[in-house]
């Protein structure tokens, strides 16, 4: 006999599994919820980790010390800050006793002496400099307003800087005083090995000076004071050289255009013996003479038998190499067509350890090599993201990581055995299986060039059904993308939306556009490119294209989005090609070159330099205005220090003024890298929705 399913069963099973598949679906606050680790710092003395964890906007301390008779590290949270407020929380670094971690919480000053206040504090906010205890962690203690805290290896008291003049706190006395009074701006604190001494980099605008202040004999002189910027001063073991950066200034050198050679660098040693300076390495002219610094704790490292290790891309890839004190030739240390970018050295001096993309140009792993050379040894491998790595004294490794469905966590390998988190179970009930593993996809720009980017495929396509599709475009543009979430917050938080955007069905390409890092520096220091002609719209272009031709996208429904730089790239899309793109998300957007390369540079006249401030605008969205036609959401916090909120309140007026539709996402007192968890959670939706409505619904 035949059986019926009588029509009121079907419809309630149609909608019981329609609903079913919906809860399937990840929320953004779901993809959101993951807890992201940072300044990750190791002890010089003792087994002991420290760094920071946000999660959610929440931002505490958190510690990690060997347990000797479990051979393992145990984490706990140090503070107990419990609010979205926007104050972050930087600089750790434990004391000489290693019984506590100092700490600064509050963010830098804009150009008005402003302290970021995003959370509309009644009493405003602060940049202050804490102290917590690491074995009975209660109450932090309050030490002072401040930055930079560094702490003496010789007594109880650390250095500090406040409104550009040094300061010393007691931390046995709970008191501080000024140090002593410089022109300019100091910065770059550095002690010597004895305490005795205090090194710093007094910028004065145009230049900077090497400064070295004697305690004991409460002098202070300058190293071999040039018209130079003098910086990342290091000190010899024994205290009696210090090797400094030397980088000549280059006046008519301006931002947002390419900087392939110039005025070569140099590293220069004083010896405080005999009191003389002495250069001992320069680059050679060409390739590599302009400086490409790292993501360090000091761009120069003084290392084993007197050797001085540097960042430098003579071969047109950055790399460490490696100097005598004495002087001599440089001998490169890592060797191969690929970036390295963390960079740490071992507690004993003899190795350097360091993440790159090396056989892995979409990813970061983890490398470790011996300052008196031989091959790499590879740590870390495999389909995850390893970055910010440090040593123990006992030399067990730990270091930041992620994949491409599992957010960042701070991890610990020791020895030869598997990395374990180091926080357990710091993930919780993390939707990771309902995330999408990102593809390596590489086309060619109309120029031949080749691009690399990832691509988000949502699950579940029905074959013959055409979806809409979004291109990313990040900022910087000194950034690469990877196979996985980002190593910082900020696109951290953009790997999510992508995401997110991939579960509600679209078809995301995040795109490294030439200008970006990654891929050597040629690609970075790309011709013509931002605000001397702006040739990364081509692979916009290309991207647009190489989406239209997917069998599962639909070539009238494609938007795309991006913040500051990527910003940049929509409204540059948007304007020139809103045949291609139908809608766009513009988050802090570069719309006029000439006012932010002022913004960074307050000398640049556009009047001095009229060619290139013409091709500055023509470089620019703004100068497309009249062929604007797709919609755009802007979204912008007004207390922006990156790209000045008027960018966003020109565009608004000129889109007005063309009748293009627009719609606005205004943050008060919010900065360039959104401190509040919920802004971006309101920016998020807000853009998710807009896509919705722009190319979801006919």
């Known amino acids: 006999m035949k059986k019926v399913l009588y029509l009121p069963y079907l419809f309630l099973l149609l909608c019981f599994d329609s609903q079913s598949f919906a809860q399937k679906k990840p929320t953004l606050e779901q993809i959101m919820s993951y807890s992201f680790p940072s300044n990750l710092i190791a002890s010089k003395r003792s087994e002991k980790l420290a760094w920071v964890q946000n999660k959610e906007g929440v931002r505490n301390v958190w510690f990690a010390a060997m347990k000797q008779s479990e051979k393992a590290f145990r984490a706990k949270q140090l503070t107990r800050y419990a609010e979205d407020d926007g104050q972050a929380i930087n600089q750790l670094v434990f004391t000489r006793e290693e019984k506590a971690l100092i700490y600064v919480r509050g963010g830098g000053p804009n150009g008005r002496g402003e302290i970021p206040n995003p959370a509309l504090l009644p009493d405003g906010a602060l940049r202050q400099i804490w102290r917590v205890s690491l074995d009975n962690p209660s109450e932090p203690d309050l030490l002072t307003t401040g930055n930079n805290p560094t702490i003496c290896p010789s007594q109880e008291i650390i250095a500090f800087t406040r409104g550009g003049q040094i300061w010393v706190y007691d931390l046995r006395l709970n008191i501080e005083k000024p140090l002593l009074k410089i022109r300019g701006s100091a ?198 993201i390893e970055w910010s790595p440090v040593l123990t004294p006992a030399k067990h490794l730990a270091y930041l990581g992620s994949t491409g469905v599992r957010p960042a966590q701070a991890q610990i390998k020791l020895s030869s055995k598997k990395a374990k988190p180091l926080i357990i179970n710091a993930l919780g009930k993390y939707p990771s299986k309902k995330l999408v593993v990102p593809q390596p996809i590489v086309f060619k720009s109309a120029d031949g060039l080749k691009i690399h980017a990832q691509l988000f495929m949502p699950k579940n396509i029905r074959k013959g059904k055409k979806r809409p599709a979004v291109l990313f475009f990040h900022g910087g543009s000194r950034r690469q993308m990877l196979l996985g979430f980002h190593h910082r917050g900020y696109y951290h938080n953009n790997y999510a939306m992508n995401q997110y955007l991939a579960s509600k069905g679209y078809i995301v390409l995040s795109v490294n556009y030439r200008s970006g890092i990654g891929y050597g520096m040629k690609f970075r220091e790309a011709l013509n490119y931002g605000a001397t002609g702006a040739s990364e719209f081509q692979d916009v272009i290309a991207a647009g294209r190489y989406l239209q031709s997917r069998p599962e996208v639909d070539a009238k429904k494609i938007g795309l989005w991006g913040g500051s730089y990527g910003g940049y790239l929509t ?96 943050f008060p007192d919010e900065v360039h890298g959104l401190l509040l968890h919920r802004n971006w959670v309101k920016a998020y939706k807000a853009a998710a929705d807009f896509f919705d409505r722009k190319l979801q619904k006919k």
């Open 571 to 666: 409204a540059l899309g948007l304007a020139r090609a809103s045949d291609m793109f139908a809608a766009g998300v513009d988050m802090h957007g570069v719309h006029d070159w000439n006012a932010i390369v002022k913004n960074f540079i307050p000398s640049y006249n556009p009047l001095a330099r009229k060619d290139f401030a013409k091709l500055a605008y023509d470089s620019s969205p703004i100068a497309f205005i009249k062929t604007w036609r797709s919609p755009v959401l802007l979204i912008h916090g007004d207390d922006d220090r990156n790209v000045p909120f008027s960018e966003t309140v020109d565009l608004a007026e000129s889109l007005r003024k063309q009748k293009v539709e627009f719609e606005q996402l205004i």
């Open 187 to 384: 910065g770059e604190l550095r002690w010597s090995p004895d305490g005795q001494k205090l090194g710093f980099s007094s910028f004065r605008g145009d230049h900077a000076f090497i400064g070295i202040y004697d305690l004991d004999k409460k002098r202070l002189q300058y190293i071999s004071p040039s018209v130079d910027n003098d910086g990342s001063l290091v000190w010899s073991p024994d205290g009696t050289q210090v090797a400094f950066l030397r980088i000549p200034n280059e006046r008519n050198q301006l931002i947002f255009e390419p900087h392939r050679e110039g005025l070569p660098y140099s590293i220069w040693v004083h010896n405080f013996i005999t009191a003389k300076t002495k250069k001992v390495w320069q680059a050679k002219p060409g390739v590599g003479s302009v400086f490409r610094n790292i993501s360090a704790s000091n761009q120069l490292f003084w290392a084993a038998n007197n050797q001085i290790v540097f960042p430098y891309e003579g071969d047109g890839w950055t790399h460490l190499y490696t100097v005598s004190a004495s002087g001599g030739k440089a001998r490169l240390l890592t060797l191969g067509k690929f970036e390295l970018q963390f960079v740490s050295m071992s507690p004993d001096r003899k190795e350097m350890i360091y993440s790159g993309n090396q056989n892995d140009i979409d990813r970061q792993h983890i490398w470790r090599v011996h300052v008196s050379g031989g091959q790499p040894v590879q740590v870390t491998r495999g389909k995850g």
